[in-house]
T-cell receptor, first 114, second 112 residues
């Protein structure tokens, strides 16, 4: 069974541009989570999607947005990129939105803003 | 503030020794998960322990949970060089938020 897949693996953008990151969850998983891991820091929760809707959002500015498609894959969009947006962006999926679900992570997209 | 806080921040041991990492959290939880991350890559899920469980085992891993102290520990026995990684604990909030909250992690180095 394929795990969570993210693309691209690496992405280099210049300040002010937009970045689009993609995530395909494990087959059958309906919940998708996005996290940001800046260098030397822990994971910061960004967004949670379930059944196509945004369920929760972390403490990030509105230029961080996303969506979930009918096939449960997801996109994370970052507009007006800033240098401090450089980080590893991790996507995770879980079988359902519940109290005891395990989340499985992809390998991440490393975004570098120059 | 971070929900999960791992302790210590860094740990160096010799191959064959046991490694113990701790995690403390602040609010009530439904479950706590431990993950491993190799060199800035994706996270690997290790163990999920529920709030009504006290101990779980998986191979060389043993996780304990003390809800009265709001803490958990991860024990890796007979460590190997391949265990070198960062280890994170993640907790869920006690609502439908479902956003797993991670601590800053413990960087484990197992020396051959």
């Amino acid at each position: 069974e394929a795990g969570v897949t993210q693309s691209p693996t690496h992405l280099i953008k210049t300040r002010g541009q937009q970045a689009t990151l993609r995530c395909s969850p494990i087959s059958g998983h309906t919940s998708v989570y996005w996290y940001q891991q800046a260098l030397g820091l822990g994971l910061q929760f960004l967004l949670w999607y379930d059944e196509g809707e945004e369920r929760n959002r972390g403490n990030f500015p509105p230029r961080f947005s996303g969506r979930q498609f009918p096939n449960y894959s997801s996109e994370l969009n970052v507009n007006a990129l800033e240098l401090e947006d450089s980080a590893l962006y991790l996507c995770a999926s879980s079988l359902e939105a519940g109290l005891y679900t395990e989340a499985f992570f992809g390998q991440g997209t490393r975004l570098t803003v120059v | 503030s971070q929900q999960g806080e791992e302790d210590p921040q860094a740990l160096s041991i010799q191959e064959g020794e046991n490694a113990t990492m701790n995690c403390s959290y602040k609010t009530s939880i439904n479950n706590l998960q431990w993950y491993r991350q190799n060199s800035g890559r994706g996270l690997v899920h290790l163990i999920l322990i529920r709030s009504n469980e006290r101990e779980k085992h998986s191979g060389r891993l043993r996780v304990t949970l003390d809800t009265s102290k709001k803490s958990s520990s991860l024990l890796i026995t007979a460590s190997r060089a391949a265990d070198t990684a960062s280890y994170f604990c993640a907790t869920d909030e006690d609502n439908y938020g479902q956003n797993f909250v991670f601590g800053p992690g413990t960087r484990l180095s197992v020396l051959p």
